[in-house]
T-cell receptor, first 113, second 115 residues
Framework: AQKITQTQPGMFVQEKEAVTLDCTYDTSDPSYGLFWYKQPSSGEMIFLIYQGSYDQQNATEGRYSLNFQKARKSANLVISASQLGDSAMYFCAMRGRDDKIIFGKGTRLHILP | DGGITQSPKYLFRKEGQNVTLSCEQN?????MYWYRQDPGQGLRLIYY???????QKGDIAEGYSVSREKKESFPLTVTSAQKNPTAFYLC????FGGGIADTQYFGPGTRLTVL
């Protein structure tokens, strides 16, 4: 069975510092996609970044990058130069061969001024 | 502006009533999804539809029903059979409904409270 684990329920980080949010996954599918979403207090889920299991390079989107370590089944989100507006819940998700997306339980990030 | 709209933003229901949550998208996406989110939890899939007039049950379909008569619309009815419907409901859509890179985009959500 597929599984996503986010071990950090909450994190506090000083503004302008870099942040790493952990995500590990478990799947027997050879081909899968990994996603990160941001959920501010308003509730909407905002897509941040995608990494395919066969992608050779780590994905980057502006201040977001995905540290993909396939052998460790790890897909950590890195936010560079954090801002107050980055305070939110962050969810890691995976899509496998059955086309369903499964979500982790999330990490709540607090950026301190 | 292309996007996904959900209405209402807040909904209050009395015990024993059915309520319908609206979801509309103008992204020309083939697939649409409904998720439920409980406090401190991730998302759980209720129903999804990859094509008009067809839909499949997700992991927690009991007590819910859907229809997909138009590509743009995927309303969710929470029936009186749903034992604990108070939750945050999120609608999503994706271009194809399949493939590992098929990204889901979400609406703003509806918060349902049963009184």
């Amino acid at each position: 069975a597929q599984k996503i684990t986010q071990t950090q329920p909450g994190m506090f980080v000083q503004e302008k510092e870099a942040v790493t949010l952990d995500c590990t996954y478990d799947t027997s599918d050879p081909s899968y996609g990994l996603f990160w979403y941001k959920q501010p207090s308003s509730g909407e889920m905002i897509f941040l970044i995608y990494q395919g299991s066969y992608d050779q390079q780590n994905a980057t989107e502006g201040r977001y990058s995905l540290n993909f370590q396939k052998a460790r089944k790890s897909a950590n989100l890195v936010i560079s130069a954090s801002q107050l507006g980055d305070s939110a819940m962050y969810f890691c998700a995976m899509r496998g061969r059955d086309d369903k997306i499964i979500f982790g339980k999330g990490t709540r990030l607090h950026i301190l001024p | 502006d292309g996007g996904i709209t959900q209405s209402p933003k807040y909904l209050f229901r009395k015990e024993g009533q059915n309520v319908t949550l609206s979801c509309e998208q103008n992204l020309n996406h083939d697939a649409m999804y409904w998720y439920r989110q409980d406090p401190g939890q991730g998302l759980r899939l209720i129903y999804y539809s990859q094509i008009v007039n067809d839909f499949q049950k997700g992991d927690i379909a009991e007590g819910y029903s859907v229809s997909r008569e138009k590509k743009e619309s995927f309303p969710l009815t929470v029936t009186s059979a749903q034992k604990n419907p108070t939750a945050f409901y999120l609608c999503a859509s994706s271009m194809f409904g399949g493939g590992i890179a098929d990204t889901q985009y979400f609406g703003p959500g509806t918060r349902l409270t049963v009184l």
